[in-house]
């Protein structure tokens, strides 16, 4: 066909085989370069799949624009909660097979995460997209030496935003990469954190979701 139209297609199955048919999904549209239309409420599918994102509420467009950006965006990003994250695109630059880590290198750096299980063999150069949660990035003004955490990346402020009582949204520019931090007021606080200030972003392996 010159064009695939999915109205979720994973929603009655449990997350197992959720796991197992996406990468066919991700195939199909690489290699044979067929259009997909699909409709999803989940957000780990659409970090997924998606190239161009329409968003709807009350049936009306809420925002349309290129899957990365728009899910970076702080209004956006606090609309789907703890869901809240960043979606980066690279490829892989390396594999560790003594530790069973990839290496993504993307225009902002690169960062180690842990390939899920059962997934297919992957190859250097492959292309890649991982995403990062804003709840499991911590940010730093200093770059620690004695850590578990693979991967700190250094990164610009853009902007604050409230999420609820306690907590803020903070947008990171990764030289041209977006990511998102949640953190707590009192934290910011401490740290100063203002527009264009520079920090570290601090993001454990094994919370990177491939």
Request: with cysteine.
């Amino acid at each position: 066909p010159r064009l695939l139209l999915m109205d979720e297609p994973l929603a009655s199955l449990d997350a197992a085989r959720k796991a197992e048919l996406l990468p066919w999904f991700e195939r199909l549209a690489r290699e044979l370069r067929i259009p997909v239309l699909y409709v999803t409420h989940a957000l780990d599918e659409v970090a997924r799949l998606a190239d161009h994102l329409l968003l709807l509420e009350g049936g009306r467009v809420r925002a349309q624009g290129p899957a990365q950006a728009l899910l970076g965006q702080l209004d956006i990003a606090r609309a789907h909660g703890d869901a809240a994250g960043a979606i980066i695109d690279g490829r892989i630059g390396a594999i560790d097979g003594t530790h069973h880590l990839l290496q993504l290198d993307f225009a902002g750096g690169a960062i180690h995460c842990v390939p899920p299980p059962g997934s297919a063999p992957r190859a250097v150069g492959q292309p890649l997209r991982v995403r990062v949660l804003a709840r499991d990035v911590s940010l730093a003004l200093t770059q620690a030496r004695d850590s578990s955490i693979l991967n700190v990346l250094p990164a610009t402020v853009q902007a604050l935003a409230d999420d609820g009582p306690a907590q803020l949204l903070v947008a990171l520019d990764l030289s041209g990469t977006r990511l998102l931090a949640r953190i707590t007021r009192k934290s910011a606080a401490q740290l100063g954190l203002g527009p264009g200030q520079r920090v570290f972003a601090q993001i454990k392996g094994v919370a990177v979701l491939d």
